[in-house]
């Protein structure tokens, strides 16, 4: 009971890519850069698993950024002509690549990794991927013309790689859905059956993944004028529930999601995130047994796992580091007092 689990990134070494930063530069080119992120790959496992975690993942080493990782893959999409947009319902500017033709998998994306990983570890295995409404909110488009078919394009792709990420015996494949929490009537609409053709013929476990965003500035503003209880989540919950995927990680520590609309997931596995990733104080194992402890009381043992609010991609490695051994540490605490 109670496995733990990270959201999915890690602070890249410095020197594989520019610390501290969402959007790094790669410190290396060519073969050498892929070497680079093969060890940083490995080296992660290894601190993951050396910190206890049951579930482990590539860290994301191998991607500069959560979304234009998995773009840089397609074929369709001017990269040579980013524009700015407004993203997350206006909340910042980012500088995106345009759709200008039908879009195409140019090969795997993410295979290099996902085998790598898979050879070096016994633990369980996850690999991410951007959701399809959170694409289609970072990306411009001038082919397409309409939103949902554009995500219906880009929820194709994302199956075809997750179908091959399956056969490289890869445990949990995880959507990573900010968007989720800004665009409710769509989530309901189109965005969970999206999701649908995303992990459609999958057999493994799969997982979505929402929260209130990495602790950058914009996001700290916006939370800040969310009020004094944060109840996005009850507006799509419902749905999930009815929903065929298996897990759904949320955002939970120093959030103000009332805990109560944890009950909505009915059925489904819930990551808790016991873990704050827009604040380098490190959490005790009593802060972490405490937050489990209070997320018991509405989602059932076997299907609570303690997890991270969101990536640690922007972190501190070592402070990254300590925080993985907090949410085991955390975990083992709870466990004794639960059981
Ligand atoms: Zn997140």
């Given at each position: 009971?109670?496995?733990?689990t ?11 890519a520019?610390?501290r ?5 790669w410190?290396?080119?060519?073969m ?7 060890d ?29 990782g ?9 990269f ?7 993203i ?12 200008t ?8 994306v ?14 369980k ?24 078919k ?7 792709l ?31 609409r ?32 916006w ?26 990680s ?17 059925g ?9 990733v ?31 609010n ?9 402070i ?12 083992r ?7």
């Amino acid at each position: 009971m109670l496995k733990t689990t990270i959201a999915g990134s890690l602070p890249k070494p410095a020197w594989l890519a520019e610390p501290r930063k969402l959007w790094p530069a790669w410190r290396a080119a060519g073969m050498e850069l892929e070497q680079a992120k093969r060890d940083a790959t490995l080296l992660w496992l290894k601190a993951q698993e050396d910190a206890g975690l049951d579930i482990v993942t590539d860290g994301e080493q191998s991607r500069q950024h959560f979304v234009h990782g998995f773009l840089e893959s397609v074929e369709g999409i001017d990269f040579s002509r980013k524009v700015k947009m407004g993203i997350r319902n206006n909340r910042y500017d980012a500088m995106v690549p345009v759709v200008t033709g039908p879009l195409k998998l140019k090969g795997r994306v993410h295979r290099i990794e996902a085998q790598l990983a898979r050879a070096h570890t016994a633990r369980k295995l996850k690999i991410t991927m951007p959701g399809p409404m959170t694409i289609v909110d970072t990306i411009a488009d001038e082919h397409y013309g309409d939103k949902v078919k554009l995500a219906m394009a880009f929820a194709e792709l994302l199956n075809q790689e997750a179908r091959a990420l399956e056969k490289d015996g890869v445990d949990v494949i995880q959507f990573d859905e900010p968007a989720f929490n800004v665009y409710l009537e769509n989530v309901k609409r189109w965005g969970i059956q999206a999701l649908h053709r995303a992990i459609q013929g999958l057999k493994c476990t799969t997982c979505v993944h929402i929260c209130y965003g990495y602790g950058i500035q914009a996001n700290l503003d916006w939370k800040r004028t969310l009020g004094a209880e944060w109840r996005q989540y009850e507006e799509i919950f419902p749905a999930l529930a009815k929903s065929r995927i298996d897990q759904v990680s949320l955002e939970c520590i120093h959030s103000k999601v009332p805990l109560e609309l944890l009950g909505l997931l009915k059925g489904k596995d819930v990551l808790i995130g016991v873990i704050d990733v827009a604040s380098d104080q490190v959490e005790t194992p009593a802060e972490v047994a405490a937050t489990i402890t209070k997320a018991a009381k509405y989602v059932p043992l076997k299907h609570l796992y303690p997890c991270t609010n969101c990536g640690m991609a922007p972190m501190d490695r070592e402070i990254a580091l300590k925080k993985l051994e907090a949410l085991v540490a955390g975990t083992r605490l709870a466990r004794k007092k639960l059981k």
